[in-house]
């Protein structure tokens, strides 16, 4: 009895099917032909698609050694196998029988590629070494099953001898950056708040727009208001500066005396006004030299 043919939309049903098995069910791994679109008998070999597979990295890491041969770069070989002729788990089979050629041949090309990379730059020395495999190494190997192909890359870390020692400085660097950090958000927080009491201050003395005089008076009890560290410093910064306004004060005071002894009234007037706006402008009495010169009675001492 003759075979009956086969709709349209069958026989692309039955063609989508055989595409399917070549592609995912493996075939011809299988060694079964894949079938025509009529199924009435085999049709040529399609095309497989790759597969991959990628070596299991080894316990201990390969030596690379660094400029100078003092330090050597660690290196952690990354192998992935490719193969269009073969199974994935033939192709694992075949990348376990050649894995050690392999690796052996990423430390030929390697160890001339880092020789010239400064022992600290493990991230220059592998970039160079990624750059040299595909170009001077030997990846592809054959078999009875057909070929295979390697593609390599490392990843490097530094010696540990060198890591060991320039960790402290490290450790130093990030304590400096952060205390950096810190110190900046501290001390935008103490502007921030002595600005705040220093308006306060001045809306509750009613004097509106502090001038500088008027600042460097306030700043240091607003200060106390904003941060105890703050405080102390600014304490430290006025005690200072009163003692040698003090010392300045004292020098004009005497010069004035002096010079109203000797007659010379004019410039013991000029004295007197230098004295005045000098302590004005540096916040203290501009008349307290008078509790030197007049008695409690009102008589000159």
């Not at 694992?92 to 090309?109: K, N």
């Not at 880092?114 to 991230?123: H, I, S």
């Not at 390599?152 to 990030?174: F, K, T, Y």
């Not at 009163?242 to 004009?252: C, M, W």
Request: aromatic share 6%; with cysteine; hydrophobic share 40%.
């Amino acid at each position: 009895m003759a075979r009956r043919p086969q709709g349209l939309f069958a026989t692309l049903r039955e063609a989508y099917r055989a595409w399917r098995r070549s592609k995912y069910d493996d075939g011809r791994e299988q060694g079964g032909a894949a079938a025509t679109p009529d199924g009435t008998g085999p049709s040529p070999t399609a095309p497989r698609r790759e597969v991959s597979v990628q070596s299991i990295p080894p316990d201990e890491p390969l030596a690379l050694p660094a400029r100078d041969d003092v330090f050597a770069f660690q290196a952690v070989p990354v192998l992935r196998w490719t193969s269009d002729t073969m199974s994935q788990d033939m192709l694992r089979t075949r990348a376990q029988q050649h894995e050690d050629a392999a690796r052996e041949e990423v430390l030929r090309v390697a160890w001339r590629a880092t020789r010239a990379c400064d022992p600290a730059d493990a991230v220059t020395a592998e970039a160079a070494v990624n750059e040299a495999l595909p170009l001077h190494g030997n990846w592809c190997f054959e078999g009875a099953e057909g070929q295979i192909r390697c593609t390599p890359s490392v990843r490097l870390r530094v010696d540990p001898a060198l890591r060991e020692h320039v960790l402290p400085h490290h450790l130093d660097e990030l304590t400096l950056k952060e205390t950096q950090r810190i110190g900046l958000i501290r001390a935008e927080r103490a502007r921030t708040l002595t600005e705040a009491w220093l308006d306060v201050i001045s809306r509750l003395e009613l004097m509106g727009e502090l001038d500088a005089h008027q600042r460097r008076l306030l700043v240091p009890f607003a200060a106390t208001f904003a941060d105890p560290e703050f405080r102390g410093v600014m304490e430290a910064l006025r005690h200072q500066r009163r003692t040698s306004v003090d010392a300045l004060v004292a020098a004009l005071k005497g010069a004035r005396g002096d010079h109203q002894e000797a007659g010379l009234f004019e410039f013991a007037d000029a004295y007197d006004k230098a004295l005045s706006a000098f302590c004005r402008e540096m916040g203290v009495g501009p008349f307290s030299w008078v509790e030197g010169a007049i008695a409690s009675d009102g008589a000159d001492r």
